[in-house]
C-alpha cells in the first residue's frame, strides 16, 4: 500500500461513517487534490469506498453538487487491518508532506 | 472519435496550455518583483513548457496516421509536470505579488484590492480551462462525473489557489486516467461495481 493511500485512509478512518469530498480529503490528509482523485477511484473500485453526490438543488444553493465519500463498513474494517499491518516511519510522511504544509491544494 | 485521434487532439491541447503557461510565466517573471531564484525556476520551466509544445506539435503534425511513438507519450507525461512546477511557482509568485500589493496598497485589477479579491467568487477562465483539459484526458465514461467534481471543488477553492489547483488536477489527470482504466467495467463502460449495485 503506498504512502498517500495509507494518508488518505487514515483521514477517512478518523470518522468512518461521515461523508467528505475530496478536496476535504486532501486537505485532512495533507495531500494535493491531483493526488486524492486517483486514489479515491482505486479504492472505490475495489469495494472499500463508497460515493454520491450531494442531495442539494444547485440553484438555491448556488453551487453545484458535491461528490461525497465514505469508507464502506466492509471497507472500513479491511483498512483498519491494512494500515495495523504497515509501519511507517514518521520521516517518510514528513517527507512526503512538508511542500503542501499550509495548503494541500 | 478514434483513440488515436483523441491522442492527437489532447496532445494539441497540451501543447496550447504549455504555451499558455509560458506566456503567463514570462509575465509574471516581467512584471512581478520576484526573487532571483523564483524568477529562475520560472523560466525553466517556461523554456522546457516552449521546447516541449514545439516537439508536440511536431509529433501532431506527422503522425497523421499512426499512433504516437513512445517519446511522444513521454513528451507528454513531461508536459504535464511542468506544467504542475509553472503552475505551483507561479501560485508563489502570485502570493508574492498580493504581498506587494498589499504593502504597498496598490490595487488589483482596477478598482478591486486584494482583500476583496479573495471573496468567493465564479472561477476565472484559466482555471476552468485547465479543469476542462484534465476532465478530456479521462475515460469518456468518466468524464461527467469528474467534470462535476472538479467544477464544485474549484468553487471551493479560495479564490487565489484556484489556479494552482487547476494545474494539479491537470497533473494529476494521467495518473486518474490510469487508476480508472485500470478498473473492471461491462461492455458500456459501466464499472462493475456500480453495475452490480443498480
Known amino acids: 500500500m503506498t504512502l498517500p493511500t495509507q494518508l488518505v485512509l487514515r483521514a477517512m478512518l478518523i470518522e468512518p461513517a461521515q461523508e467528505t469530498y475530496g478536496l476535504e480529503i486532501g486537505q485532512i490528509a495533507e495531500l494535493p487534490s491531483g493526488t486524492i482523485h486517483p486514489i479515491l477511484a482505486r479504492l472505490e473500485g475495489c469495494g472499500w469506498v463508497e460515493s454520491r453526490w450531494e442531495d442539494i438543488d444547485p440553484v438555491k444553493e448556488g453551487r453545484p453538487r458535491r461528490r461525497f465519500y465514505r469508507l464502506t463498513p466492509d471497507g472500513a474494517e479491511r483498512a483498519r487491518n491494512a494500515l495495523a499491518r504497515v509501519h511507517t516511519p514518521r520521516v517518510l510522511v514528513d517527507r512526503l508532506r512538508p511542500r503542501f504544509v499550509g495548503g494541500a491544494l | ?198
Open chain 2, 1 to 198: 472519435v478514434s483513440h488515436r485521434d483523441r491522442d492527437r487532439s489532447n496532445a494539441r491541447k497540451l501543447a496550447l496550455e504549455l504555451i499558455r503557461v509560458r506566456d503567463l510565466a514570462y509575465d509574471r517573471v516581467h512584471n512581478y518583483e520576484l526573487d532571483p531564484d523564483l524568477a529562475d525556476n520560472i523560466m525553466h520551466n517556461a523554456t522546457r513548457a516552449n521546447e516541449l509544445a514545439a516537439r508536440l506539435n511536431v509529433a501532431v503534425d506527422l503522425d497523421l496516421a499512426g499512433d504516437f511513438d513512445r517519446d511522444t507519450y513521454t513528451d507528454l507525461g513531461r508536459a504535464s509536470r511542468v506544467i504542475w512546477a509553472l503552475g505551483h511557482d507561479l501560485g508563489r509568485a502570485r502570493a508574492r505579488a498580493g504581498d506587494l500589493y498589499s504593502r504597498y496598497g496598490l490595487r488589483v485589477g482596477g478598482n478591486q484590492d486584494v482583500a476583496t479579491a479573495n471573496v468567493i467568487s465564479p472561477p476565472g477562465r484559466v482555471p476552468q480551462c485547465l479543469v476542462a483539459l484534465a476532465v478530456r484526458v479521462l475515460p469518456v465514461p468518466d468524464r461527467p462525473r469528474y467534470a462535476g467534481e472538479f467544477r464544485v471543488e474549484l468553487v471551493d477553492v479560495p479564490h487565489p489557489e484556484r489556479l494552482r489547483y487547476a494545474f494539479r488536477v491537470l497533473a494529476g489527470a494521467w495518473q486518474l486516467r490510469r487508476a480508472l482504466t485500470e478498473l473492471p467495467r461491462t461492455s458500456d463502460g459501466v464499472l462493475v461495481r456500480r453495475a452490480k449495485e443498480r
